[in-house]
């Protein structure tokens, strides 16, 4: 029996060896890539989500603030013992609020 120490493939061998290795690793790296890309992706979508429902939430409460606003005015009318109708006070107020906005615009 002969033991082999030391074994040398062909040149060609080993080129096409180190030619698989490489491939190998640009796959992983490739995926590797891809994921970090992926994450990013979905973050941005999530912060993007999270900021559009902030958002929401914000327009929401103003415009509880309104109503609450409304209700109040309308309470303060009714205690002064003006005598209008419901229904005229929400229109001078309404009314009001829009000239409001108008002169938000105009600013």
């Known amino acids: 029996k002969t033991l082999i120490t030391k074994?040398?493939?062909?040149?060609?061998?080993?080129?096409?060896?180190?030619?698989i290795n490489a491939a190998q690793r640009k796959r992983v790296a490739a995926q590797e890539l891809a994921e970090a890309?992926?994450?990013?992706?979905?973050?941005?979508a999530e912060a993007e989500a999270e900021k559009d429902r902030l958002?929401?939430?914000?327009?929401?409460?103003?415009?509880?603030?309104?109503?609450?606003?409304l209700a109040d005015s309308i309470k303060e009318l009714k205690g002064a013992n003006?005598?209008?109708?419901?229904?005229?006070?929400?229109?001078?107020?309404?009314?009001?609020?829009?000239?409001?906005?108008l002169n938000n615009f105009a600013d």
């Open 37 to 44: 890309d992926k994450i990013k992706i979905v973050t941005a």
């Open 55 to 69: 958002h929401g939430v914000g327009i929401a409460e103003q415009r509880k603030a309104i109503v609450d606003g």
């Open 7 to 19: 074994v040398e493939p062909d040149a060609e061998v080993k080129q096409s060896m180190n030619e």
């Open 82 to 101: 003006v005598e209008m109708k419901e229904e005229q006070i929400m229109s001078i107020l309404l009314t009001n609020q829009y000239l409001d906005t």
